[in-house]
C-alpha cells in the first residue's frame, strides 16, 4: 500500500515566551494521499502557516516542535539529520510562499534562479528552465526576465515551476494567492490542478479562502486556535453546512450572489 504524502500525527508547536511556551498547534493529525487536493482553512493565527513550515523543517526560532510526528511518503521528517533535510525538501514536498515577489531573488534572472534551483537538486529530472515555465503559461524566452518584469500572477508562477522543478511528491501552497485578483487566482489553481493529474503530486492548499478552497480542494481540514475542528469532502461541507458550529459560521457568512429585481419603470 502507498504511503500517504504526507502524514501528520498529534502535531505539537510552541512558541517560547518570557512567560512560557505558547500552544499554536495543538494534537493536529492529517494527511494528504497522492493525487489528492487537501485544503487547510482557518482564521489569521489558528496555526496554518506554523504546520507548513513544520513539513520541511523551516519553522524559526521561538517557535519548536514538542511533540507528535510529521511523515513525507513514510519518511519520518522529524528524525532527519541536516544532510537528509536537504535531500526530502524539494524532492519529497516543496511549498509555495504567499509574497513571491520576497521568495524571488529581485537582482536575479527568474531563469537563472530556477536553473540554480534544478542544479541543487539533481538536475530537475531532465528537464528545461524554458520546459518549466512554458508548463505554468509563460513563454520560455521569459527567462531572462527580472521578477520586477512579472506581474503579480507570473512571479507566482515562476514560483511554482521553480517549486515543481525536481517533481516532488507533496507541494505545500501557503496562502499563495492572497495578493492576486479572483481572475487570476482561479487561472492558477486551475494550472495547478492540471499539473496535478499529469504528475500525480498531493497538494496541501493553506488558505483563509472558504469559497476558494471548495471551488478546488477534494477535502477540506478547518482549524481554529491550533486545534482541528473538522475534516469533510468539500462536497460534503457544500451540501450538509458541515458538522462544527464553526465551520457552519464560516459557510453562513460568506456572501450570497443576488439579482435584484427591477422596478417597473425599468430602474435596478
Not at 494521499?33 to 526560532?61: D, M, N
Not at 529530472?125 to 512579472?150: K, N, Q, T
Not at 504528475?199 to 471548495?214: A, E, K, N, R, S
Not at 477540506?220 to 458550529?245: F, N, W, Y
Amino acid at each position: 500500500m502507498t504511503a500517504p504524502a504526507l502524514r501528520i500525527t498529534d502535531l505539537e508547536i510552541g512558541y517560547v515566551t518570557s512567560a512560557g511556551l505558547a500552544p499554536a498547534v495543538r494534537g493536529v493529525s492529517l494527511t494528504v494521499e497522492p493525487g489528492e487536493f487537501v485544503g487547510l482553512v482557518g482564521e489569521s493565527g489558528c496555526g496554518k502557516s506554523t504546520i507548513a513550515q513544520s513539513i520541511l523543517r523551516v519553522l524559526r526560532s521561538p517557535g519548536v516542535i514538542t511533540g507528535g510526528s510529521i511523515e513525507l511518503s513514510g519518511e519520518d521528517v522529524l528524525a532527519a539529520d541536516a544532510r537528509r533535510l536537504r535531500g526530502i525538501r524539494w524532492s519529497r514536498a516543496s511549498i509555495v510562499m504567499q509574497n513571491s515577489l520576497a521568495a524571488l531573488n529581485p537582482v536575479q534572472r527568474v531563469g537563472k534562479q530556477i536553473a540554480e534551483a534544478m542544479k541543487a537538486h539533481d538536475g530537475g529530472a531532465g528537464r528545461s528552465v524554458g520546459e518549466l515555465l512554458e508548463m505554468v503559461g509563460i513563454d520560455a524566452d521569459r527567462a531572462r526576465s527580472y521578477p520586477h518584469e512579472f506581474s503579480g500572477g507570473m512571479r507566482q508562477r515562476a514560483a511554482i515551476a521553480m517549486s515543481l522543478a525536481v517533481q516532488p511528491e507533496l507541494l505545500i501552497m501557503d496562502e499563495p494567492t492572497t495578493a492576486l485578483d479572483v481572475i487570476v487566482q482561479q487561472e492558477i489553481l486551475l494550472t495547478v490542478r492540471r499539473l496535478q493529474q499529469e504528475q500525480g503530486f498531493g497538494i496541501l492548499f493553506i488558505t483563509h479562502d472558504l469559497p476558494l478552497l471548495l471551488r478546488h480542494a477534494d477535502r477540506a481540514v478547518v482549524m481554529r486556535d491550533g486545534l482541528v475542528l473538522e475534516e469533510a469532502t468539500t462536497e460534503q461541507l457544500r451540501t450538509t453546512g458541515g458538522s462544527d458550529p464553526y465551520t457552519r459560521q464560516l459557510l453562513a457568512a460568506l456572501p450570497r450572489p443576488s439579482v435584484a429585481k427591477r422596478t417597473e419603470g425599468g430602474g435596478a
